[in-house]
């Protein structure tokens, strides 16, 4: 392991007005920075100098995102309209009651935080992944961002139950942010209660880790935290409110700015500081684009057009539905972020709504890429106020390019998927064709596309589907079946030097055998509301139970280890 597997005496009362700093931990365990990156965030007070890696466990600092921007002037935690600032400073809220760490995930732990998986049996790091204890250096931070929902402009949003706690950058120089979801209320929390409930957590966890392992970009999920507090949700919308239980998500990004946090600057007419927002982006997030460029947000804006349009292809690609696609859930980093109510197909349906709060359908599967081009156009809506005339009019053009961008994009996935080589003028209306045999027919969408890389040339030819091939067996039935195969088989002889085993071999690499499907998804819930967590996710392991609350020893005290401050000012 490159760093030692210890967290312990990292975690420290990161200090609200009035309270008493943590000694320096540097000659005992104490924390010490992340090994040097390009966007590594400076040591604070207290911290380590960056040349002791031999001494050092952890590091983690929200400078980077403070010191840019101004914060927001009001300390007190409540509800309110913010203004002129990027974040708030608000710490979370910890739980009442017992808390238990139900799964990780040993692959974000070790490779991309840098930790021991041993470190999951802490009681340090069941207090820093809950929000009971902060990592002394960092400031946890909510942010400010606005959006369009269901394509209504619905104002002021930002993090209404989420924590930014910090940034790592960790041994590869990538910079990650760390977010608690389901952690307290915030500024932004306007009739909610800060909390996440365990269904919705369970899923989200389980979500953004089965899509990076499908090979979507897309946030990911390090932990889960349930609780015994009772939280109040009102699940189908019907009026029936009931009981279920908190839970805590730590949950990571390369950046959760969105659409949403350009969006609410142009409405509020804070252009200064709408401009070194974006400058901000641009220098951290996207390195071709260079700084002193007059068309850098040209730039910006033709890069997440086309990047938005691959992601959706992507979606596509393994019949996923967001099922909330509003522009503070659009990523400007071009990742899937903010699970809610998401879907993946099981039978091939481009009305599938995964929400059922969606009444009109607006966010069907079908239609995300329509909502897509929406979103952008909100984008570049924000963004006029900073492009001269020419800029605006070049603009519109790229945004007029989306289309093209993402049906080339979406060809080129799905001729993947059918195991297709070079071009051919017949591809989109032989893919187009499938689909609509799997539509009429109502075939599984992942195992007609799985099932089509394990059956053999010869077995299509001769129309001679075996029994295990469940899916392809219902396609069959289609009275076209037997056209589209002499299609299909007549295409696959066009590729150049290939065969039918190299064709086999390169579709099982890109079409799975297994999604999150809704079933699977739901069994996990139900059992983890019975205490039976061992469906979260492989290589997870529930420790034992803690209590939240941390006794004011002596030994609490001389580790550095100290609860994080309540938050001024927070109602009941």
Not at 63 to 92: A, K, M, T
Not at 166 to 183: F, M, V
Not at 489 to 500: A, F, P, V, Y
């Amino acid at each position: 392991m490159w760093w030692p597997p210890w967290l312990a005496a990292c975690l420290a009362w990161a200090a609200g007005a009035g309270a008493e700093s943590p000694a320096p931990l540097c000659a005992s365990r104490g924390l010490c920075p992340a090994p040097p990156g390009a966007n590594a965030s400076q040591p604070g007070t207290g911290q380590c100098p960056r040349g002791a890696t031999d001494l050092c466990a952890w590091a983690l600092s929200s400078q980077s995102l403070r010191e840019p921007f101004p914060v927001d002037v009001i300390q007190e935690n409540y509800v309110r309209n913010v203004r002129n600032c990027i974040f708030s400073v608000v710490y979370p809220t910890p739980f009442k009651s017992r808390i238990r760490l139900v799964a990780v995930s040993k692959e974000v732990l070790e490779n991309i935080l840098d930790l021991d998986i041993s470190v999951q049996g802490t009681s340090d790091f069941l207090q820093f992944v809950s929000g009971g204890k902060v990592i002394f250096g960092s400031v946890p931070l909510a942010h400010r961002y606005g959006g369009h929902q269901f394509g209504s402009w619905a104002g002021q949003l930002g993090d209404g139950r989420a924590h930014l706690i910090g940034i790592y950058t960790n041994r590869n120089g990538e910079r990650w942010e760390l977010q608690l979801k389901g952690s307290g209320k915030t500024p932004y929390s306007r009739n909610g209660d800060g909390r996440a409930v365990l269904r919705s957590s369970v899923r989200e966890f389980l979500c953004s880790e089965a899509m990076h392992y499908l090979g979507i970009p897309t946030s990911r999920a390090a932990s889960l935290i349930v609780s015994d507090d009772d939280v109040w949700r009102d699940q189908f919308y019907d009026g029936n409110i009931r009981k279920e239980r908190g839970a805590i998500v730590l949950r990571l990004a390369k950046s959760w700015f969105r659409i949403g946090s350009l969006e609410i600057l142009a409405h509020a007419g804070e252009l200064d500081l709408q401009r070194r927002l974006l400058d901000f982006i641009i220098q951290e997030h996207f390195p071709s684009i260079a700084m002193g460029d007059s068309n850098r947000y040209l730039e910006f804006f033709s890069t997440v057009v086309s990047e938005t349009a691959d992601l959706i292809a992507l979606w596509m690609s393994v019949g996923f539905a967001h099922g909330v696609c509003n522009t503070d859930n659009f990523s400007l980093v071009s990742i899937t972020i903010d699970y809610g109510p998401f879907g993946f197909m099981d039978s091939y349906d481009p009305n599938f709504v995964p929400n059922t709060s969606d009444d009109e359908r607006r966010y069907k599967i079908g239609n995300q890429a329509n909502v897509g081009l929406f979103n952008l156009s909100k984008l570049l809506q924000a963004l006029k106020p900073l492009l001269d005339p020419r800029q605006k009019q070049l603009a519109s053009q790229i945004l007029d390019g989306y289309g093209e961008r993402y049906y080339s994009r979406f060809t080129e996935l799905f001729k993947t998927k059918l195991g297709l080589l070079g071009e051919n003028e017949d591809d989109n209306y032989l893919i187009a064709f499938l689909l609509k045999l799997m539509e009429d027919t109502k075939a599984d969408f992942t195992m007609t596309f799985r099932q089509l890389s394990e059956i053999t040339q010869d077995q299509l030819k001769e129309l001679r589907i075996p029994e295990e091939f469940w899916a392809l067996q219902d396609l069959s039935k289609h009275k076209l079946f037997s056209e589209w195969v002499s299609m299909y088989l007549l295409r696959l002889t066009r590729n150049e030097g290939d065969s039918d085993t190299k064709r086999r071999t390169r579709m099982t690499t890109v079409n799975p055998r297994y999604i999150l499907r809704n079933w699977m998804a739901e069994s996990a819930v139900q059992k983890a509301k019975l205490n039976d967590f061992s469906e979260l996710f492989p290589g997870s392991s529930p420790t034992a139970d803690f209590t939240a609350s941390v006794p004011e020893a002596a030994g609490c005290r001389e580790s550095g280890l100290l609860p994080a401050p309540p938050a001024l000012g927070q109602g009941s």
